[in-house]
């Protein structure tokens, strides 16, 4: 009979841990995990934002970037208006999405910087140096043109001089 | 041909070559360097135009504008653009003080624009509000604003209000839109010295 009571709590709590392990119970983000994850959602786009930046200082085409951000931002802003409204669950989401697009923005910017300056490069060489050393060709191929006629001329004066007095 | 006139084509001809070959490098000394700084901010109508703003509105009645940023300060910049309602009563952001409106804001809308490029959103609004009548003169005393829908999401208006206005003969709300920018130095947003609004008038 002892034996009969002790198995019924038993039975009970395992039935309870079973039903725990079946049905999930809904987790509730607490403020300071949603406020941990704006902060960190808030960093990444500030880097994110300032790598491109640097990306359009050389010259790169941002567009792309700049659009990713803003997607980036619209989260986070979502996220800072359901922190204030004490919907803590939704600013942890919210903050929590707007990473995973910014992922590889760093990469992609330094890469897209690393290309302009390349590109920049290049057209400094081909438009201000080859430029510059071109008009330099085209002064002394002015110059020497000049000097070839003149001396044809002077020969040619010369030429004409001796015949006459021939 | 002589050689003095040969002298003169050959003058011409070099000169002209030589200027057409050094364009690409003059072009880029030559460029008069940019000196006014500034951000453009713009509300336009339904139609995307200066017209038709939204003026006379009744409570839980959708409405339509757009909102506009043009960035003219030599690189990217990181906005913020602070979303704001006020009555006749309340403090304005002010243009000759350069300050922001001290009340808070509704919402917050984070914006990136590359250096000469521009932004833009429409924005569906809509009013619920509710009169106050005054049970001696039996006339509407004002105005109790519940929330603004803005663009799907229910900002928080609970404690605005609007009282008659006798001078233009209606209840009037100011939705105003301050700009702010993320300051490196700082380390913050610092207010932008610009801000946009439309008064309405909160019809029955």
């Not at chain 2, 920018?181 to 700082?186: A, E, F, Q």
Request: with cysteine.
């Amino acid at each position: 009979m002892r034996i009969q009571r002790s198995k019924t709590p038993i039975a009970l709590i395992v039935l309870l841990l079973l039903l725990v392990a079946m049905f999930p119970l809904p987790v509730w983000a607490s403020q300071a995990d949603a406020a941990n994850a704006i902060s960190s959602a808030k960093n990444t786009i500030l880097n994110c934002y300032n790598a491109t930046r640097e990306a359009e200082t050389a010259g790169a085409n941002i567009t792309v970037i700049v659009g990713t951000l803003n997607e980036a931002g619209s989260l986070l802003s979502q996220a800072e208006f359901a922190y204030a409204t004490n919907d803590f669950d939704a600013a942890l989401t919210f903050a929590l999405q707007s990473q995973p697009s910014l992922n590889n923005i760093i990469q992609e910017a330094n890469a897209l910087k690393g290309t302009a300056t390349q590109l920049r490069n290049q057209d400094f060489l081909v438009n201000v140096v080859g430029s510059v050393i071109g008009t330099f060709a085209v002064i002394i191929a002015g110059f020497a043109v000049w000097f070839f006629l003149k001396r044809k001329y002077e020969t040619a004066g010369a030429h004409s001089s001796e015949s006459s007095r021939v | 041909m002589n050689l003095q006139e040969y002298k003169t084509l050959l003058f011409v001809v070099t000169a002209v070559l030589a200027l057409l070959v050094s364009s690409p490098a003059l072009q880029r000394l030559l460029v008069y360097p940019q000196t006014e700084f500034f951000t453009e901010m713009w509300l336009l109508g339904p139609e995307h135009k200066a017209e038709n703003f939204p003026f006379n509105i009744t409570s839980n009645s959708n409405y339509n504008i757009f909102l506009g940023i043009g960035n003219h300060l030599g690189s990217c910049a990181y906005y913020s653009i602070q979303v704001k309602f006020r009555n006749q009563t309340q403090p304005a952001a002010d243009s000759f003080n350069r300050t922001a409106s001290s009340l808070p804001p509704l919402y917050g809308i984070t914006v990136f624009v590359a250096d000469k490029e521009t932004w833009e959103i429409p924005i569906a609004f809509s009013f619920a509000y509710a009169y106050d009548e005054d049970p001696f003169n039996a006339t509407l005393s004002q105005v109790k604003f519940n929330n603004v829908m803005f663009n799907g999401v229910a900002l928080d208006l609970s404690g605005y209000s609007a009282t008659w206005d006798s001078e233009r003969n209606g209840f009037f709300g100011n939705l105003f839109f301050e700009l702010w920018i993320y300051n490196d130095t700082l380390g913050d947003f610092q207010y932008h010295e610009r801000y946009i609004g439309l008064w309405f008038n909160m019809a029955v």
